[in-house]
């Protein structure tokens, strides 16, 4: 006897009609006509059973802060970053934990079960660094929070950095980050790569910098990270966030550059919703997309993910925390309709950041969480053509959300027509 039997499922990779059998917090089978009984079925019709979304790039200290103390009138990274700093003096730990556990419930009833959350470390105390710990703790058996140690200012840049890193580390964040470009030098932006990935290498830490956000085509601080990855032996162990000035970079220099990112396999995480808007900002026409080489990049064997990163806050005033919102994005920011590039995009938002995260028995196979989505939407596709609504979230075995099927009503020459949008993939 099973605990809960989710019957008739379409599951991303394009297998149809198969049975996921679930015992307490593990899936123990998935195949068809799975022959045992359960204490509750799910009959998911033929709709799309995936694994979790996966955000592998959010900022939860400031997120939902949006006209505190102003917009940002420029639209610009730099005065996002200054506002906050206007913004950083006046919050209390309280605050960032309810506006950082209100976003955490968006993304548990959109599905999205694992976050990787920069959190500033720059300031001049580490309230938000205690807020966001102690939400990873509260809300660890529904939701994995790692907490990248962020040095908003620069870590070679802002005094305050240093110590703080190492004070945030044995706190217990997880991951060792950085911002390479906002140094005040090329040279110390190399520096500092070089000191934080060796740091993270001595602690046995992951590496997640946020690697030159900017449209400069010489900013190379990804070379570095290559470079000191191999260094120090932390290969498949280092994300590069943002990355693009590969936009904008040189065809040829980026033929060399790609090849040893592959090797020293960094993963990529580009955030199409907030690098469109932030990026091409200094251009008059034409206007370069603010997105680093996606197709490239995954052509190459390099795992990209594409993340979030901001929902109204002092970078980005729109989100509400909806990956497939992101991946959709994603798609249209890189031109990825090709079938495969569209699938592509959807591997983005959840087993691509699973593997950046190193997210453990994650996936839908025996053995493995059971934490699933069940979406109004017959595959990966049209997920992301329509944004589907998740019907249900399962975490551990266990419903963590739910939400019924919406439907609309047309009415018109004296006939009622009932819709659901779903069902119309005209790819077969
Ligand atoms: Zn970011």
Not at 98 to 122: E, N, P, Q
Not at 239 to 257: I, P, R
Not at 312 to 321: A, E, I, K, V
Request: hydrophobic share 40%.
């Amino acid at each position: 006897m099973l605990d809960l039997i989710i019957r008739h499922a379409s599951l991303p990779d394009g297998r149809t009609d198969i049975d996921i059998g679930i015992t307490g917090p593990t899936i123990t089978a998935v195949e068809p006509n799975l022959a045992a009984e359960a204490a509750q079925t799910i009959d998911a019709s033929g709709r799309l059973v995936t694994p979790p979304f996966v955000d592998s790039h959010v900022h939860l200290d400031s997120t939902l802060s949006l006209g505190m103390p102003r917009l940002n009138q420029s639209g610009t990274l730099l005065e996002g970053i200054a506002l906050w700093g206007e913004l950083k003096p006046t919050l209390t730990q309280q605050a960032i934990y309810d506006r950082a556990r209100k976003l955490c419930l968006w993304s548990m009833a959109r599905g999205t079960l694992a976050i990787r959350s920069h959190v500033d470390i720059s300031g001049e105390h580490l309230l938000n660094v205690d807020a966001l710990i102690q939400l990873r703790e509260d809300l660890k058996p529904w939701l994995d929070i790692q907490l990248v140690a962020f040095p908003q200012d620069g870590y070679i840049r802002s005094k305050h950095s240093e110590p703080n890193l190492t004070r945030a580390l044995e706190k217990g964040v997880d991951i060792v980050g950085g911002i390479p470009h906002f140094e005040r030098t090329m040279l110390e932006g190399g520096a500092s790569v070089r000191r934080l990935t060796k740091i993270a290498a001595e602690r046995g830490l992951l590496v997640d910098m946020h690697c030159d956000e900017t449209d400069d085509p010489m900013s190379r601080h990804i070379e570095t990270l290559t470079a000191a990855t191999v260094e120090f032996g932390l290969q498949g162990r280092v994300a590069g966030s943002h990355l693009t000035s590969m936009h904008s970079m040189d065809n040829y220099y980026v033929s060399k550059l790609i090849p040893l990112m592959a090797e020293a396999q960094i993963a990529a995480i580009a955030n199409p919703l907030i690098n469109i808007t932030l990026q091409g900002r200094h251009d008059t026409y034409p206007k370069r997309r603010g997105m680093t080489r996606v197709k490239e990049l995954l052509a190459a064997g390099v795992t990209v993910a594409f993340g979030h990163d901001c929902v109204m806050d002092p970078w980005y005033p729109l989100g509400s925390h909806d990956m497939l919102e992101v991946a959709s994005m994603g798609l249209h920011v890189a031109q990825m309709t090709g079938v495969d590039e569209m699938r592509a995009c959807f591997n983005a938002v959840t087993a691509a950041p699973a593997k950046v995260m190193h997210l453990d028995k994650y996936g839908i196979a025996p053995g493995n969480h059971a934490d699933l989505v069940i979406l109004a939407a017959a595959d990966p596709i049209e997920a992301i053509r329509l944004r589907a609504q998740r019907l249900f979230v399962i975490r551990r075995g266990c419903i963590l959300s739910q939400s019924p099927l919406s439907t609309a009503q047309v009415s018109f020459g004296g006939e009622a027509h009932e819709l659901d949008f779903t069902r119309n993939n005209l790819l077969g």
